[in-house]
């Protein structure tokens, strides 16, 4: 005897069409039980083409594929009533008709989208020839309304979870450097800002390490934009191979990284500042046919667990001990402490 389509062959990997799949196939029970019919199709059109989506009383094999009924009344524009499958010529020798299912009545009504367009349809089928009344008729229609609306609240909740995503993308793209893919000035600010709160209630030393590029100026001038570019790209990597994977890298300003530390004091700051300016000026920096050599200027701060800071001290602090570390010749490491 023919089956209803089993639960589990209409659950899709993707969890909103498994939704979709849940929410239409109570559609097609009712449709089972008013009409009183062993088979209901619900198929969405794909590729121009409807294809079987959920239903009661078919194979499983039979989801995904074209349905020649259903592919009548989208043809037709809806809906299409069949009372005698047999005395159609079109479908006489379907199989689903000579077959196992022997379907004599067909009944099918369109499926409009929310944007207006035929989304597929909905058909009830007999097993003896079939004359559906006209009251009969606009119950199939309430019932695809029905669905109408299941696929409506389906894309309000995909145009939504898009919205939410272009939302976050928008807002990533903002606290991101397009030059180096670090995270900005601004995205530094708010992560501090988060920072403080934790190691103020958890009392930890937390760090900073701001480095300018020396003389990052005079390479821009000299070499041109495109080799500022790559000395940006070539320091935030040679950065990046030093820091831990808990510290966050930022581009602070135009020639500026600003390096964020948890769970560290001053002395293992200044220790990674060390190696941070070993690393830059290790070697030459490629620019096409040329080589330039770079060095870089640190200055670090730290706050101990107990003492009293904000993110903007402690940038400041550190931007102080840059300053003094510039003053003393560059390719230096300063530190102060708040």
Request: charged residues 25%; proline residues 5%; glycine residues 8%.
């Amino acid at each position: 005897m023919p089956t209803t389509v089993p639960e589990q062959a209409q659950a899709p990997a993707d969890p909103g069409r498994a939704a979709l799949a849940e929410r239409l196939d109570i559609v097609t029970r009712i449709a089972r039980r008013l009409f009183r019919v062993p088979v209901v199709l619900l198929s969405l059109v794909r590729e121009r083409s409807p294809r079987l989506f959920t239903g009661q009383g078919v194979p499983a094999s039979a989801l995904g594929t074209e349905v020649a009924f259903d592919a009548a009344t989208l043809a037709g524009a809806g809906p299409l009533a069949i009372p005698d499958l047999l005395a159609d010529p079109r479908f006489r020798e379907h199989p689903w008709v000579t077959g196992r299912l022997q379907l004599r009545f067909y009944a099918g009504t369109l499926l409009v989208g929310p944007d207006g367009a035929v989304a597929g349809t909905l058909a009830v089928c007999d097993r003896t020839p079939n004359a559906l009344a006209e009251g009969d008729l606009l119950l199939l229609r309430e019932l695809g309304r029905l669905a109408e609306s299941e696929l409506a609240l389906v894309a309000l909740g995909r145009s939504h979870e898009e919205l939410l995503k272009q939302r976050e993308q928008s807002r990533t793209k903002a606290l991101v450097d397009t030059r180096t893919q670090l995270w900005n000035r601004h995205a530094m600010f708010e992560l501090l800002d988060r920072e403080f709160h934790r190691a103020k209630r958890e009392q930890e030393a937390v760090a900073v390490i701001l480095g300018e590029i020396d003389r990052f100026d005079a390479v821009v001038k000299q070499h041109g934009a495109a080799a500022g570019d790559a000395v940006l790209r070539e320091v935030t990597n040679r950065i990046r191979g030093v820091v831990r994977r808990s510290d966050t890298v930022s581009r602070f300003g135009p020639d500026e990284f600003l390096v964020f530390l948890g769970r560290c004091d001053l002395e293992n700051g200044s220790s990674l500042a060390e190696r941070m300016r070993s690393r830059i000026r290790k070697s030459p920096i490629a620019l096409g046919t040329q080589q330039v050599n770079v060095t870089m200027t640190f200055g670090v701060s730290a706050s101990e667990g107990a003492a009293e800071w904000t993110p903007d001290t402690l940038v400041r602090r550190a931007d102080e001990a840059l300053a003094e570390a510039v003053r003393g010749g560059r390719d230096k490491v300063a530190a102060k402490r708040l």
